[in-house]
């Protein structure tokens, strides 16, 4: 995930973001759509993405 988003443009460069608004919140919601598929298996499960812009602005996401 880091790879795909990191110093990038989210509209344009990452594809699971395209044609979405860029919020933190979405993408939250697209990390999860992006990693629950390889981690949710072997009763492991994705439990929350959680992303930090500042010490009191931060989104949690518990799936859906």
């Not at 110093?7 to 699971?16: A, T």
């Not at 979405?26 to 439990?47: C, F, M, S, Y």
Request: charged share 25%; net charge negative.
């Amino acid at each position: 995930i880091v790879e795909q988003v990191d110093h990038r443009n989210l509209n344009l460069d990452v594809p699971f973001m395209k044609g979405k608004f860029t919020s933190a919140e979405n993408l939250a919601i697209g990390i999860w759509n992006e990693l629950a598929p390889h981690i949710n298996k072997d009763g492991v499960r994705l439990h929350c993405i959680k992303l930090i812009e500042t010490r009191s602005i931060y989104v949690e996401y518990y799936g859906g």
